[in-house]
């Protein structure tokens, strides 16, 4: 054979065999084909994003969000189909998109559970299914994807464990399954995948203890375990990956003492999250090594002792320390304090709820300019507030209450004009509320209760267009009310002017107050006739107010709840007020630690054992309701039983926001208490004032043997109107705004046989009562909302009461 035979004979082969394979190219992508418009089947499609995948466009390399692969023509190596507002499930056929190396699916309303199939995905590098709504467990067969770089499946609703053989994804650098409701614990066989950089698991419902086996991973930048109900210790080598730039396990039931070298090798460390834990032990001084650090979150914790001077020269963004038992007694104590003046990027320094005590150190004043939020609130801190804090002039948030601070409140505070919140309440601050305090014109939140001040309240406060409540009480204010305040446009949360010695006749403008929740004038030396605009429509009103109705002695009540309906709401960070929680009454004498407890005192601290003792074991013979306010006369202590880790979150931030949610009906909170019983377990109390009179519920539903009278529809009215009144206030009102707040209770109100006159009322007022019974965290649309319950609950009763006014 010639070589020009040779030749021809090659090219003929070759030629062949290239029409041989294309064919079969053309049949896998005619494959690829049918899987994508099967996948289109399943999906939902408001926007006609996919409306190129169709059979009359044969090429699938042009659909849109379609790439092929350069090495193998026709073949889909790339999906992606993020936030193109798709719903639907995602079919099996996905699997059969074989040469796929990036599917991405996030951000779209996808759900149903994720296909199996996808352990076909052989090639896969990239998966992200992020943000959507997938249910079911992570399919084992993922970890057959043995390519995967990166691994999404956070923000969605995945049960089950977290499986252990993504261990075997040895490629894996980013896993991020935040999120979701898993449970189990943390396989240690993550511990394998050395080359991973992000581990984000945060916000599931994982128990048991970290994996040592994750201090293996030399490569970890990111770690984020947190807000889970993860125990034992923190594993200490994992403070030695000086690879780390982010450190979250906050909101876990961690224990146990931080290393002593913690933060020596932790050079490139951004963000620290430890808070709501249950750490111990001193803050050790080698954290000061972790220079780079930005968030410091140390909060909620049981960490002790002094703060050491290293940790002042460390300049992050943030200090939050607060909800500890960290002391200072002196100015080396506080060294830190001082030595934080000299960071130029501080924005924020939390330390309430500590021990520290001794003088306030001037130094306060000389904070770098872009501080925003300063609070050293309920401490025992003495001395005086320094002039110059007027120099911080980006500070948005400055709260001092409870503490021992005297003098008076300096004027250059007025220069603060970005301030939100500023709360020096609970001290002995006299002298004159300064008239320049008008400048404050942003603020949303002021109270200067409890106090020493004296002299007249500043016309000029009328000038503060933003404050939705305003707490002078408890001081020793003369003069008359300025009706400036009355003025107020935003003012609908509180007034209260309660025990000062404020004179002459309440200015008839008080009417302008037409959407205030609780005004308080009561205990001052006012004379005159209370005005007659105040009428029915002001029924919210409290203190010397007359409120009409058999209810006007019995307006506080306890919101017992059904532990059935409220159960399961995981996103409900708050203390669970109505599932179930048991009453305690204490007498002052029953509190063997003096004062601790006494109503004088905002936020006392009290521990499980003196409430155990003052509570005699928390005997079933102190189990009391509620009912009338008493001043002074005893406190009653609600104590939770929790299983729901979801509900356990954060209870003392959260006890915080309560503390400041005031309305007629709801009783005030004096403290909260978290801890652990004698047993080890999880101890959370409320501490608020006594109600005699029993609770609400025991005159809804009177025990066999108790002469309560029975309550006539009137007086179930007044008590369905207080109790929408309260929730709407809690829904729509309270700053902050608890809007999550289950909305329940009406339930207990059914209209009952014995008043039964006009029918047609009665069904209307049971069509209302039902829109109670709703325990969702958002009102199901077609029910009403709490504010169009309460309104027509007012109507309704004005409807009925009206014949006998
Ligand atoms: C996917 O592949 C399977 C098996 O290879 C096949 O039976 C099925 O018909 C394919 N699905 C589609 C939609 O092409
Ligand atoms: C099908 O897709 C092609 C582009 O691939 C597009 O031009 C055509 O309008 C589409 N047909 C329909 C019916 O949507
Ligand atoms: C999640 O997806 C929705 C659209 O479904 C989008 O509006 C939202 O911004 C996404 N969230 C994140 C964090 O990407
Ligand atoms: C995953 O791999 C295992 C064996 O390694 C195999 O038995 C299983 O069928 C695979 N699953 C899928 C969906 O490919
Ligand atoms: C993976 O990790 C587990 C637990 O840490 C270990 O028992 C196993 O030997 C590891 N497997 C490989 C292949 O390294
Ligand atoms: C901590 O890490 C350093 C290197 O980064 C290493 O030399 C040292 O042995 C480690 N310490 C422990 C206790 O493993
Ligand atoms: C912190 O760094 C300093 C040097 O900057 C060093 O002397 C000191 O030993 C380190 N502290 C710890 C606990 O590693
Ligand atoms: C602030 O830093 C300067 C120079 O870096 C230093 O001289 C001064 O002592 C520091 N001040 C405080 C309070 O640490
Ligand atoms: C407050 O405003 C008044 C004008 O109402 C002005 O004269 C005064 O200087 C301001 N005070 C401060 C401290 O800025
Ligand atoms: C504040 O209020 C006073 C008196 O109510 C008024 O004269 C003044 O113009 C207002 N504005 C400022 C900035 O003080
Ligand atoms: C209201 O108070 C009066 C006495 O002040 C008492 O007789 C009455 O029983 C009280 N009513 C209720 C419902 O508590
Ligand atoms: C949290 O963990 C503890 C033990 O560590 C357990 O007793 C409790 O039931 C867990 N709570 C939830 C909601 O998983």
Known sequence: ???????????????????????????????????????????????????????????????????????????VASLDLSSRQLSGIVSPAIGNLTFLRKLNLESNMLAGEVPLTVGRLRRLRFLSLF??????????????????????????????????????????????????????????????????ETLDVLENRLVGSIPASLSHLDHLRSFEVGRNNLSGTIPPLLFNKSSLQYFGVASNKLHGSLPADAGANLPTLRKFFLGNNRLS??????????????????????????????IGKLCPFEVQM???????????????????????????????????????????????????????????????????????????????????LHGVIPEDIAKLTSLQVLLVGDNQLSGNIPSSFGNLTQLQMFSLSNNRLDGPIPRSLGNLTNLPNLDLSSNLLTGFI??????????????LLSDNYLSGAIPPQVGSLKHIQTLNLSKNNFSGEIPTIIDLSFNNLDGEVPSYGVFANMTGFSMVGNDGLCGGIRELELPPWLCFPLLWKITPEKMK?????????????????????????????????????????????????LQQSGSSKSFLAECGALRRVKHRNLINIITCCSSVDTRGNDFQALVFEFMPNYSLDRWLHPRTDEQLHKLNLIQLLNIAVDVADAIDYLHNNSRPSLTEIVDTVLLEV????????????????????????????????????????????????????????
Request: net charge negative; hydrophobic share 40%; with cysteine.
């Open 1 to 75: 054979m010639s070589t020009l035979h040779v030749l021809v004979l090659v090219l003929l082969l070759h030629s062949m065999c290239s029409h041989a394979s294309s064919s079969l190219e053309q049949q896998v992508a005619d494959g690829d084909r049918r899987a994508l418009l099967a996948i289109k089947l399943e999906l939902s499609d408001p926007m006609g994003w996919l409306s190129s995948w169709n059979r009359t466009s044969s090429d699938v390399c042009q659909w849109a969000g379609v790439t092929c692969s350069r090495q193998h023509p026709g073949r």
């Open 131 to 196: 943000n959507n709504s997938f249910r079911g467990e992570i399919p084992r067969e993922i970890c057959n994807c043995s390519n995967l770089v990166r691994l999404s499946l956070g923000v969605n609703q995945m049960e089950g464990e977290i499986p252990a053989g993504l261990g075997l994804l040895s490629q894996l650098h980013i896993l991020y399954i935040h999120y979701n409701n898993l449970v189990g614990s943390i396989p240690p066989s993550l511990g394998n995948l050395t080359l991973l």
């Open 281 to 310: 032990g001193t803050i050790p001084s080698s954290l000061g090594n972790a220079t780079m650090v930005q968030v410091l979150g140390l909060a909620q914790n049981r960490f002790q002792g002094r703060v050491a001077p290293e």
């Open 322 to 404: 607060g909800v500890n038992q960290l002391q200072a007694e002196d100015e080396q104590g506080w060294e830190f304090f001082t030595l934080f003046t000299n960071c130029t990027r501080l924005q924020l320094i939390d330390l309430p709820l500590n021990r520290l005590g001794g003088v306030l150190p001037t130094s306060i004043a000389n904070f770098s300019t872009q501080i925003q939020w300063l609070s050293i609130a309920a401490n025992g801190i003495s001395g005086v507030v320094p002039s110059g804090l007027g120099n911080l002039v980006n500070l948005s948030n400055l709260d001092m209450t409870e503490n021992n």
């Open 482 to 495: 300025p009706t400036e305040i009355f003025g107020l446009p935003l003012l609908t949360d509180y007034l």
């Open 593 to 641: 630690t003096d004062n601790r407890i006494g109503l004088t005192d905002k936020y006392p601290r009290v521990s499980y054992l003196e409430l155990f003792e003052a509570t005699d074991g928390f005997t079933p013979a102190n189990l009391v309701g509620a009912g009338k306010y008493v001043r002074n006369a005893a406190v009653a202590v609600k104590v939770f039983t």
């Open 750 to 805: 059914q209209p009952c046989e014995n008043a039964a006159k006009d029918d047609k009322i009665l069904a209307c007022l049971a069509s209302v009562v039902r829109v109670g019974i709703s325990c969702s965290k958002q009102i199901p649309s077609e029910r009403m909302s709490m504010k169009d319950a309460a309104i027509e609950l007012h109507r309704i009763r004005y409807v009925v009461m009206e014949p006998s006014i």
